[in-house]
Nanobody, 128 residues
Framework: QVQVVESGGALVQAGESLRLSCVVS???????????MAWYRQAPGKQREMVTI???????NYADSVKGRFTSSRDSAKNTVYLQMNSLKPEDTAVYYC???????????????????WGQGTQVTVSS
């Protein structure tokens, strides 16, 4: 199965920086392609919102609230995506989730099978 694991969340002060990492791995399957990797966040009492998304077809897009402060980058060789967050604000406080979508295969599958997997989330808290 495909797994997505985030790391890097922490408690920081406003104005500081933080870098999150998200690694996609497969157990018993081969990850053939990862077409989309995205970061979402969910603050207490609010709906989950997209922060940034990287797709093969359309490149990288950011939510207006993080443009100019957050940068997402991808290391395809490591199946990893990073989220560099600068000039953090208290309103950035949330659980940050990574989502990955692509295709996998295995001997038992016998074909390409799509996947769309969420990580467990990592807490980012920004104090004022």
């Amino acid at each position: 199965q495909v797994q997505v694991v985030e790391s890097g969340g922490a408690l920081v002060q406003a104005g500081e920086s933080l870098r999150l990492s998200c690694v996609v791995s497969g157990t018993g399957v081969v990850i053939v392609s990862i077409n989309t990797m995205a970061w979402y966040r969910q603050a207490p009492g609010k709906q989950r919102e997209m922060v940034t998304i990287i797709t093969d077809a359309r490149g990288t897009n950011y939510a207006d609230s993080v443009k100019g402060r957050f940068t997402s980058s991808r290391d395809s060789a490591k199946n990893t995506v990073y989220l560099q967050m600068n000039s953090l604000k208290p309103e950035d406080t949330a659980v940050y989730y990574c989502n990955a979508a692509g295709h996998q295969t295995s001997q038992s599958m016998g074909a390409l099978v799509p996947f769309n997997i969420w990580g467990q989330g990592t807490q980012v808290t920004v104090s004022s």
